[in-house]
């Protein structure tokens, strides 16, 4: 498995720091509001990480957390008087659900920075005593940069002059420091006891302190890749990777990955453009599927240009799939194709190559169905065609819906109602042998567009593309 380490700059060979066990941690979502594109992309490409690791072998430890105390959070606590609770368990909730819709597999482990407190007050009261973090006058506590002769040495770079306006502090040592914790004023809600004074943490000390609380450090570094979007590489990774390595005296991740960003026409995503489409508006019109699968197109390096006109020419390739496997879907599947299942595998081993990875699968659809053509009612062909699918959604997470199903997908509720109903009344006079019914309602039924096969299993119906 070769992956690009964000650091290096170039492809590497990944070896595990145990024997095929694979540590992985991608920073979540701070969830004070639904789930956007950006969010989809991240999850999407380390979700194809997680697959192809489990594919060649590897046990897989993922975690990925939840941001659930934010100033962000507390606005709209202000904004909606709802409790912290009630704003972060809904939309944790909701964030699941929409990229379960992506087929987007549960990680090992979700954990909350509130769950988490202990060990960030740990963490920030050893920098402390290392005088490596200083406490200014209102009860901040800040990381002091210059202690760490290695600072910058993960993103190339040492400044960036917005954070130094956001977070300008007269007592600041250095514009680069940053807030460990947020001490508490009289009219904060949000606060946590801390033996240093009452106050809530900064969104660095989150992550490290997740981190070494559910992993166990070895070879020189708590886990083995860490993931996020190609933003967080500074100053958020940054930060992570300096005040881990002072606080436990070992680095943080052996391997750094992180993904392009969404842009949506030509621009990059974001709220100030108010372009920034939440995933469960684009789940409205699209299943997730073909969602899934138009994200998936372009390598998770790159950045993404989202447009309505690209997902629909995009949903023409999955349809291919879809055709293929409407017509083995009577067959169990065998084991897939010694030499397709190696192809692929290697195309995601190297960085995650998808653009090799679908040219193989669009070959594998026309053998198969030049294969089919000849073989109609070869069984083992069709047991073999459909281990191959069954394959690409273990791999890729596509190919696994009934492929009947998939045909009627965007079909409105009350039109598959009457299909299905009509359907019901041809059934119905078919056993009652009234042949010239059933003729009639079949006739009425293809005049709108709709093709049905009787099968052992019943009548099966799609639309006409």
Request: proline share 2%; net charge negative; charged share 30%.
């Amino acid at each position: 498995m070769y992956i690009f380490d964000s650091v290096k700059k170039e492809k590497v060979e990944f070896v595990s720091l145990i024997p095929n066990v694979a540590t992985m941690y991608v920073c979540g979502p701070t969830v004070y509001d639904d789930a956007h594109l950006g969010h989809a992309r991240s999850a999407l490409s380390f979700d194809m990480l997680f697959r192809t690791l489990k594919s060649l072998g590897y046990s897989v430890n993922f975690i990925r957390n939840f941001t659930d105390v934010d100033d962000k959070i507390i606005k709209k606590m202000q904004d909606s008087g709802k409790s912290l609770i009630e704003i972060t368990e809904y939309y944790m909730q909701r964030y699941n659900e929409d990229m379960d819709a992506l087929n987007i597999t549960r990680p090992t482990l979700t954990p909350k920075a509130t769950e988490s407190l202990e060990a960030m007050h740990d963490m920030i009261k050893n920098l402390l005593s290392k005088n490596i973090a200083y406490k200014i006058s209102n009860g901040d506590i800040y990381f002091d940069t210059s202690k760490d002769k290695l600072y910058g040495k993960l993103s190339n770079k040492v400044s960036d002059e917005t954070l130094s306006r956001i977070e300008s502090v007269s007592e600041k040592r250095s514009d680069k420091d940053f807030a460990l914790w947020k001490a508490c004023n009289e009219n904060d809600t949000v606060c946590f006891d801390a033996s240093f004074g009452k106050g809530r943490p900064g969104w660095h000390i989150e992550c490290s302190a997740m981190i070494e609380k559910h992993t166990k450090p070895t070879g020189g570094y708590s886990i083995d890749i860490h993931g996020g979007g190609a933003d967080l590489l500074f100053p958020h990774h940054e930060n992570e990777a300096s005040q881990s390595r002072c606080a436990t005296g070992h680095e943080l991740s052996k391997y750094w990955m992180h993904n392009g960003f969404v842009q949506i026409d030509g621009e990059k995503m974001s709220k100030s453009l108010g372009n920034s489409f939440f995933l469960k508006d684009t789940l409205k019109v699209y299943n997730g599927e073909i969602v899934r699968f138009y994200l998936s197109g372009i390598h998770y390096r790159n950045d993404f240009n989202f447009n309505e006109e690209d997902l629909l020419n995009s949903k023409k390739r999955l349809d291919k799939l879809y055709r293929l496997k409407k017509r083995v879907f009577d067959a169990s599947a065998s084991t897939p194709n010694v030499e397709f299942k190696k192809l692929l595998l290697e195309a995601m081993s190297d960085d995650l190559n998808i653009s090799v990875a679908l040219s193989l699968i669009d070959e594998m659809i026309a053998k198969s169905n030049e294969s089919l053509d000849v073989n109609i009612n070869d069984k083992n062909v069709k047991k073999e065609i459909m281990a191959n699918i069954e394959f690409i959604n273990e791999l890729l997470g596509f190919g696994y819906q009934d492929p009947f199903g998939y045909f009627q997908l965007g079909l409105d509720d009350e039109l598959v109602a009457k299909i299905n109903s009509l359907i019901k009344q041809r059934t119905n006079a078919k056993s009652q042998k009234n042949f010239a019914f059933a003729d009639k309602i079949r006739d009425e039924i293809k005049g709108m567009d709709i093709n049905i096969m009787d099968t052992p299993n019943g009548t099966l119906w799609e639309k006409i593309s």
